[in-house]
């Protein structure tokens, strides 16, 4: 856990608004908790870190921390969460875990967990900067 209060974190946000500033950026969300602003989630499941990050710059797309980290041992509905907190992209280090993260992700669109709609527009974020990565060359 990382307890710093609200201020101190949006005070302390100089690279990102440095990121945020180009096109075609990519941000991390970290696995951190940070008890002020996540409660007991980490940053990476919390609409709030990303609402952050969101109202000092930084549009995203956001990609996750590794969602295969031990700091998440015990979370439920990783990959659902971080999506649904604003994710595009997650992150992980096995490819079992990666079709589970899928398999996950396509029975809570079934069920309405995570909205269509949430899904496309993380789609389209992604989509565009891969067309901006292509469009800089090698």
Do not use: H, K, W
């Amino acid at each position: 856990s990382i307890r710093r209060s609200v201020a101190l974190l949006r005070r302390d946000t100089g690279a990102y608004r440095r990121c945020g500033a180009e096109a075609g950026t990519l941000a991390m969300m970290s696995n951190a908790i940070y008890p002020p602003l996540t409660t007991r989630a980490p940053a990476v499941l919390s609409p709030g870190a990303y609402a952050l990050a969101r109202s000092i710059g930084e549009p995203g797309p956001f990609i996750t921390d590794s969602l295969d980290a031990r700091g998440l041992a015990g979370q439920r509905n990783i990959a659902t969460r971080a999506v649904n907190a604003g994710s595009s992209l997650l992150l992980y280090v096995s490819p079992l875990s990666a079709e589970r993260g899928y398999r996950e992700l396509v029975a809570a669109t079934t069920r309405g967990t995570i909205a269509e709609s949430t899904l496309m527009a993380r789609a389209v974020q992604v989509r565009q900067l891969r067309r901006l990565i292509r469009a800089s060359g090698p």
